[in-house]
């Protein structure tokens, strides 16, 4: 398995849960790495399911929405799954704003995006 | 009074790098937390700043390092005033295609706008287009 910066990754069953490491997804060189070591565990680890816990996130701008955006491509074209899981209000009120909500399925917590699979 | 009207003023001129507009928005949050506004207040200009400054730095500037940005901001107990410039050729807004439209939802771009409209209570671009000034009023207490 690759080594990860910016995630920590883990397995439950066939499910890989992902954790976001930094609390503000801010600055570009961050979100470039973000984006390829996401990426890479679809293209190169080939994990088809996948959540994504934003617990420690409080702050989301909208370069790493198009990395969220271009993930979801790359599952959704291998006939993956994503969830999104544990998002704070301010930052759902980001994906809600841009409709984003309506791409992304959103649970509550980390156990319903589980049971969601 | 100007000075009673607006406690803490700046005019800022930074390079075209990231790292710089971050210090720039680090100071405007310290000065809104000192005038007690609300986190959720706090959070949306932090968003609405974050996304002018890399547009103005990437998009305007294209981090080009012979160009700048020249920032004015003013903040009060109740407002906030930014103007935000970049030296680049600016652009339409109006030409930025409606990112929530369906045919444009997995464009992975172009939201940036969006969110700064969403989180100021005014936002007007110059007629250039390089040029972008955003106000926020604080939430009733």
């Known amino acids: 398995m690759a080594a990860h910066r910016r995630l920590e990754v883990s397995e439950v069953g066939d499910v890989t849960v992902v954790r976001f490491v930094d609390r503000k997804i801010l600055d570009e060189a961050s979100i470039q790495e973000l984006g390829t070591e996401l990426f ?3 293209e190169q680890e080939n994990r088809g399911k996948l959540v994504l816990n934003f617990s420690k ?6 370069a790493a929405l198009g990395k969220l955006i271009t993930l979801d491509k790359k599952v959704k074209a291998r006939s993956g799954k994503l969830k999104l899981s544990n998002i704070r209000p301010e930052i759902y009120e980001v994906f809600a704003i841009t409709k984003l909500n309506k791409l992304f399925d959103i649970k509550d917590d980390e156990a319903d995006a589980l049971a969601a699979f | 009074m100007a000075t009673e009207l607006w406690p803490w003023k700046a005019d800022l001129v930074i390079p075209s790098e990231t790292g710089a507009g971050k210090r720039v928005l680090d100071d405007v949050l310290e000065q809104l937390a000192a005038h007690d506004w609300s986190e959720h207040d706090v959070h949306s200009v932090h968003l609405a700043l974050e996304e002018a400054l890399v547009n103005a730095i990437r998009h305007g500037n294209r981090s080009d390092p012979d160009k700048r940005v020249f920032i004015s901001c003013k903040i009060s107990p ?6 935000i410039r970049d030296e680049g050729a600016g652009f339409k807004p109006e030409d930025v295609p409606d990112p929530t439209d369906e045919e444009h939802i997995e464009i992975p771009s172009g939201r940036g706008i969006m969110l700064m409209r969403a989180f100021m209570s005014r936002v007007e671009y110059n007629d250039v287009g390089n040029c972008v000034e955003m106000e926020k009023q604080r939430l009733a207490r």
């Open chain 1, 40 to 42: 890479q565990l679809v």
């Open chain 1, 57 to 62: 996130v409080d702050f989301l701008s909208s």
């Open chain 2, 78 to 83: 109740e407002r906030l005033w930014i103007q």
